[in-house]
T-cell receptor
Framework: DAMVIQNPRYQVTQFGKPVTLSCSQTLNHNVMYWYQQKSSQAPKLLFHYYDKDFNNEADTPDNFQSRRPNTSFCFLDIRSPGLGDAAMYLC?????????????FGPGTRLLVL | GESVGLHLPTLSVQEGDNSIINCAYSNSASDYFIWYKQESGKGPQFIIDIRSNMDKRQGQRVTVLLNKTVKHLSLQIAATQPGDSAVYFCADLCSSASKIIFGSGTRLSIRP
């Protein structure tokens, strides 16, 4: 059964047209992450939520916003997508224990900007 | 970890041989390290982790070695199989910063 679900798997948008990517989880994890991954590069952390606490990376453009209305759902909003925002967007969840942390990744949403 | 650029290094290994994938990290405060496998078109998949109070940890066919002195991490895969073909990423967590950062990846290809 899917534990971290991302919808849609492929998203096409127009230059400058706002787009929202969705992530949901059935694991009840308190931490959720959004990463951007471009071809042949490592995933780059955009931001993460620890419960309701939002943590933005210093170099994440203002064009990227996130919402977490409840434990299960997290959204990535791109207000005005540019051609350079075309990438795979990965959602991950984790729970932190004294033993460490394991992330569970969703399959990703591939965003194409026309 | 630090993402170091646009071109992934590639490691080509004969099927059945052992593979060793290396990773350097930069944050000396990192205390938890993870190796991920990412197959084409999929999200990263957890392989094995290690805490900073250990220098070696073994899983099924995989071993992770940690050298904190030189901030180096390695992943050893025994008897490499075609299904091991993927990109492998290391990642590290600094507990005080509470976030996991990916390092550079290595593409592993298997020769028949």
């Amino acid at each position: 059964d899917a534990m971290v679900i991302q919808n849609p798997r492929y998203q096409v948008t127009q230059f400058g047209k706002p787009v929202t990517l969705s992530c949901s989880q059935t694991l009840n994890h308190n931490v959720m992450y959004w990463y951007q991954q471009k071809s042949s590069q490592a995933p780059k952390l955009l931001f993460h939520y620890y419960d309701k606490d939002f943590n933005n990376e210093a170099d994440t453009p203002d064009n990227f916003q996130s919402r977490r209305p409840n434990t299960s759902f997290c959204f990535l909003d791109i207000r005005s997508p540019g051609l350079g925002d075309a990438a795979m967007y990965l959602c991950a969840t984790s729970t932190r224990t004294s033993g460490g942390e394991t992330q569970y990744f969703g399959p990703g949403t591939r965003l194409l900007v026309l | 970890g630090e993402s170091v650029g646009l071109h992934l290094p590639t490691l080509s290994v004969q099927e059945g041989d052992n593979s060793i994938i290396n990773c350097a990290y930069s944050n000396s405060a990192s205390d938890y390290f993870i190796w991920y496998k990412q197959e084409s078109g999929k999200g990263p998949q957890f392989i094995i982790d290690i805490r900073s109070n250990m220098d070696k940890r073994q899983g099924q066919r995989v071993t992770v070695l940690l050298n904190k002195t030189v901030k180096h991490l390695s992943l050893q895969i025994a008897a490499t199989q075609p299904g091991d073909s993927a990109v492998y990423f290391c990642a590290d967590l600094c507990s005080s910063a509470s976030k996991i950062i990916f390092g550079s990846g290595t593409r592993l290809s298997i020769r028949p």
